[in-house]
Nanobody
């Protein structure tokens, strides 16, 4: 299984970006997806999570500004980020729990995509 991320970039404060994470490789189902970010010198933190029943959860710092979703037909997850702030700057990673055909579920990581928000 491979997860390919895209959508990062440089944006001014108040702007928006949409990150994508596409899974490939014998996938039967995506059970859950999470987005993490890591700023320089800081620990990786959980930003958003979505489960197969559609339920979501968000870090307090992004509630009301970020929205996560999954398109299971395309095996792609999204993180829509609005009203971006300089403190949202960091490397963003997607994480998926995936069930492969005839296999038990396992967790996979994307390669990361950089988000930089200028003030």
């Amino acid at each position: 299984v491979q997860l390919e991320e895209s959508g990062g970039g440089l944006v001014q404060a108040g702007g928006s970006l949409r990150l994508s994470c596409t899974a490939s490789g014998g996938i039967a189902s995506i059970n859950a997806m999470a987005w993490y970010r890591q700023a320089p010198g800081k620990q990786r933190e959980l930003v958003a999570r979505i489960f197969s029943d559609g339920s979501t959860s968000y870090a307090d710092s992004v509630k009301g500004r970020f929205t996560t979703s999954i398109n299971n037909a395309d095996k792609t997850g999204y993180l829509q980020m609005s009203s971006l702030r300089p403190e949202d700057t960091g490397m963003y990673y997607c994480n998926m729990e995936i069930t492969r055909w005839l296999r038990l579920p396992d967790t996979y990581w994307g390669q990361g995509t950089q988000v930089t928000v200028s003030s």
